[in-house]
């Protein structure tokens, strides 16, 4: 029980890096407020969530069609029976 509520994220091991809770290492609204601009930039990110939310569904999309246009003959990507389902 413990091994699965670590790797579920459910509990967390302070000073530890694979099982620390993430939310221990985001920025205060302070200095978010004083960085944003600085961070985002360094990132290249847009700073507006509507631009990448944008460009993240052209993407997906792109993804998706390739993916379908490609389904018959990938070698990676399959459904396959297996009990007669």
Known sequence: MLIQSLNS??????????????????????????QKDMLLEQLNLPSSAEVTIRS??????????????????????RIEKKRGK
């Open 9 to 34: 994220h459910e509990i967390f091991v302070h000073g530890s890096i694979k099982f620390i809770d993430p939310m221990t290492s985001l920025l205060d609204e302070t200095t978010w407020s004083q």
């Open 56 to 77: 993240l569904q052209k993407d997906l999309s792109l993804s998706y069609s390739e993916t379908i246009k490609n389904w018959c003959s990938s070698k990676i990507a």
